[in-house]
């Protein structure tokens, strides 16, 4: 999985399976959270976001878990396509604060 | 990338250069952010606009300006470049905010910046 601000994992899947990127984040003062994909060359893309009142989001073919004990994200992205790989990373952000932080991200492969 | 154009795309330059980089947006978003992205770091904030010729710093400004006379262009410039200003620049937007971010954000392609 992703810890914000560590080295960059990496996550194989074949076409067709069900995904699980992980982000463990540091402040619990954070209420809002964002996944963002990035591909090869480009910039980062908004996929979905929840916010701390929430433990569940769900999107087409995207689902964010946000487990606040633990301080832990996940996005899961159900059938896995060729174009789901990408690299995809997290932000926390504390809006009072208005700080946000970005963690380097889990590069997915999705095999044929 | 919602109406976001960064130039140059790729640029070489040499110790103690200037270099301007340019982000154009057509959303009329108010908010306009400059990040940098360097592996084992993630992104982080340069520099952020809340509106024309409103700026404040972000978290690694050092060695960094900006300007904003339109609210469809913010420059970001390296007054004298530096071999750790080495990094890919990405502008962003956001319709709304407080502070550096509390929502969503759009960004450009980004600008590979080569420092020699």
């Known amino acids: 999985g992703e810890s914000v601000g560590l080295h960059l994992p990496t996550l194989s899947v074949q076409e067709g399976d069900n995904s699980i990127i992980n982000c463990a984040y540091s402040?619990?003062?954070?209420?809002?959270f964002i996944w963002y994909k990035q591909e090869s060359g480009k910039g980062p893309q908004f996929i979905i976001d929840?916010?701390?009142?929430?433990d569940k989001r769900q999107g087409q073919r995207v689902t964010v878990l946000l487990n606040k004990t633990v301080k832990h994200l996940s996005l899961q992205i159900a059938a896995t396509q060729p174009g789901d790989s990408a690299v995809y990373f997290c932000?926390?952000?504390?809006?009072?604060?208005?700080?946000?932080?970005f963690g380097d991200g889990t590069t997915l492969t999705v095999k044929p | 990338d919602a109406g976001i154009t960064q130039s140059p795309r790729h640029k070489v330059t040499e110790t103690g250069t200037p270099v301007t980089l340019r982000c154009h947006q057509t959303?009329?978003?108010?908010?306009m952010y400059w990040y940098r992205q360097d592996p084992g770091h993630g992104l982080r904030l340069i520099h952020y606009?809340?509106?024309?010729?409103?700026?404040d710093k972000g978290e690694v400004s050092d060695g960094y300006s900006v300007s904003r006379s339109k609210t469809e262009d913010f420059l970001l410039t390296l007054e004298s470049a530096t071999s750790s200003q080495t990094s890919v620049y990405f502008c962003?937007?956001?319709?709304?905010?407080?502070?550096?971010?509390?929502?969503?954000?759009?960004f450009g392609s980004g600008t590979q910046l080569s420092v020699l």
């Open positions: 962003a937007i956001s319709e709304r905010g407080r502070g550096p971010t509390n929502e969503k954000l759009f």
């Open positions: 402040n619990s003062a954070s209420d809002y």
């Open positions: 929840i916010r701390s009142n929430m």
């Open positions: 932000a926390e952000i504390n809006t009072n604060a208005g700080k946000s932080t």
């Open positions: 959303e009329n978003h108010r908010y």
């Open positions: 606009s809340y509106g024309v010729k409103d700026t």
